[in-house]
C-alpha cells in the first residue's frame, strides 16, 4: 500500500516567494496533521485536519502560514511570503479514527529559503 | 501544555549490546506514548507504543515501560543490530485526538 506522499521533496527558493507543500494522506484515514521539524525547535505541530476541517492550528507560527484541505485525499501546506527562517523539513502525518491511532509520516519536504 | 523530555541525546553501543532511552513528561493527563524511528532523509516511523492503562509492552527486541507515578517511559532494545542505528523520538498525547508532542530526541549509534 502506498504511503503519505509528499511533494516536492526538496524545494530551494528566494525570500518573499510564495512556497506550496503537498500532501496525499494514505487512502482512508481521516486525520491529517501537518509538522515542521528544525534542530533547535525538534519537531512541532502545525495543524491537523479531522475528516478535511481544521481541527487545531495553535501550533501555525504566523499570518504568513496557512493550510487547507480540499477533499480526503489531498492538503496543502502554503508559506506567503517565505522567509529564511521558515528553512525546515516539513512532514505530513495521516491516521485513521480517534483515541490516539499511530500517525504514518511521510518522508518530507526539505524547504531552504535563501 | 505539556513537555517531553528525553535522555540521553546520543548514544552509543556496542553490536548485540542493550540500549535504553528515557523520557518523562509534565502532565498527568497524558495517556499515549509512542516511540518513533527515524533514519536519514526519512520520516518518522511508528515503532512501538503503549498506553496509559499498560505498564509494559514488548515487541521482539523492543520493549516500552511507563510510570505514571513518576510520570515517565522508556524504550529498550536489546541485542542491538547495526540496523538499529537512527534518531528515536519518545511522545505523549493528552487528548484522543492524537496530538503529539515529542522530546528532543536521541541518536543512537551501534558499533559493529
Known amino acids: 500500500d502506498a504511503g503519505v506522499i509528499q511533494s516536492p521533496r526538496h524545494e530551494v527558493t528566494e525570500m518573499g516567494q510564495e512556497v506550496t507543500l503537498r500532501c496525499k494522506p494514505i487512502?482512508?484515514?481521516?486525520?491529517l496533521f501537518w509538522y515542521r521539524q528544525t534542530m533547535m525547535r525538534g519537531l512541532e505541530l502545525l495543524i491537523y485536519?479531522?475528516?478535511?476541517?481544521?481541527?487545531?492550528d495553535s501550533g501555525m507560527p504566523e499570518d504568513r502560514f496557512s493550510a487547507k484541505m480540499p477533499n480526503a485525499s489531498f492538503s496543502t501546506l502554503k508559506i506567503q511570503p517565505s522567509e529564511p527562517r521558515d528553512s525546515a523539513v516539513y512532514f505530513c502525518?495521516?491516521?485513521?479514527?480517534?483515541?490516539?491511532?499511530?500517525?504514518?509520516f511521510g518522508d518530507g519536504t526539505r524547504l531552504s529559503i535563501l | 501544555g505539556e513537555n517531553v523530555e528525553q535522555h540521553p541525546s546520543t548514544l552509543s553501543v556496542q553490536e548485540g549490546d542493550s540500549a535504553v532511552i528515557k523520557c518523562t513528561y509534565s502532565?498527568?493527563?497524558?495517556?499515549?506514548f509512542p516511540w518513533y524511528k527515524q533514519e536519514l532523509g526519512k520520516g518518522p516511523q511508528l515503532i512501538i507504543d503503549?498506553?496509559?492503562?499498560?505498564g509494559e509492552k514488548k515487541d521482539q527486541r523492543i520493549a516500552v515501560t511507563l510510570n505514571k507515578t513518576a510520570k515517565h517511559f522508556s524504550l529498550h532494545i536489546t541485542e542491538t543490530q547495526p540496523e538499529d542505528s537512527a534518531v528515536y523520538f519518545c511522545?505523549?498525547?493528552?487528548?484522543?485526538?492524537?496530538?503529539?508532542?515529542f522530546g528532543a530526541g536521541t541518536q543512537v549509534v551501534v558499533t559493529p
Open positions: 487512502s482512508g484515514h481521516d486525520y
Open positions: 502525518a495521516s491516521s485513521f479514527g480517534r483515541n490516539n491511532q499511530p500517525q504514518h
Open positions: 511522545a505523549a498525547s493528552t487528548d484522543s485526538w492524537g496530538k503529539l508532542q
Open positions: 502532565d498527568s493527563a497524558s495517556n499515549y
Open positions: 485536519f479531522n475528516n478535511n476541517v481544521p481541527i487545531d
Open positions: 503503549i498506553r496509559s492503562n499498560v
